[in-house]
């Protein structure tokens, strides 16, 4: 008799014992599980598109930017005493004597004070050179086949004062280093110890 009781009443203890029949509790138990789940996957979703958007910036190639140059001002090859006599007798201002062409040439560069003055740097005739002062050696203005010698003429006879020129000299096997002295003769103009940059 006991036995047949107890198995009558055991639905309705299962009953109070699981309320998963509660359509609200399960319904709210969705709506919380559901409001997690999105959440998580939204906070997923941001860190992926941040990812990928970290990747995408490192991936593009920012545009290139040269290096900012510094102006390099030349150094005279002569004190500023012999500067000023050779302005006063030949009407010229010496600005610089540099190496240049990975030091296989001496490039002079000179201003045009006193055009009359001046005239012996332009004249074709006259064969400039420069004297290295450690060896004797000779080094003159190169000729190219198409453009000439690598200075400037008077042909058209259009010197500018204030302006400006060149004249390129050779030196072969880099003998002339920078610091050495040279001497530059042009016609009757003769300039000595002059430094090499």
């Given amino acids: 008799m006991k036995s047949s009781h107890f198995s009558e009443k055991a639905p309705e203890d299962e009953k109070e014992r699981h309320p998963g029949g509660n359509p609200l509790l399960v319904i709210l138990v969705l709506v919380i599980c559901t409001t997690a789940f999105l959440a998580f996957t939204a906070s997923v979703a941001k860190a992926d598109s941040k990812t990928a958007a970290q990747t995408a910036e490192q991936a593009t190639p920012k545009p290139w930017k040269p290096p900012v140059a510094v102006p390099t001002v030349p150094k005279p090859p002569v004190d500023k005493e012999t500067a000023k006599q050779i302005a006063e007798k030949w009407g010229i201002e010496l600005l610089s004597l540099r190496l240049t062409a990975a030091g296989y040439m001496i490039d002079f560069r000179f201003k045009v004070l006193d055009i009359e003055k001046a005239k012996i740097f332009f004249d ?18 190169p000729m190219a086949a198409k453009v000439g010698a690598f200075r400037p003429t008077n042909r058209g006879m259009n010197i ?7 004249m390129v000299f050779g030196n072969p096997d880099a003998h002339v280093k920078s610091g050495e002295k040279v001497t530059m003769v042009i016609g009757d103009f003769k300039a000595e110890n002059l430094t090499v940059n």
């Fill in 124 to 141: 074709s005739r006259i064969k400039p050179h420069l004297k290295v002062e450690k060896s004797n050696a000779k080094l003159p203005i």
């Fill in 160 to 166: 500018k004062s204030n302006k400006t020129y060149y």
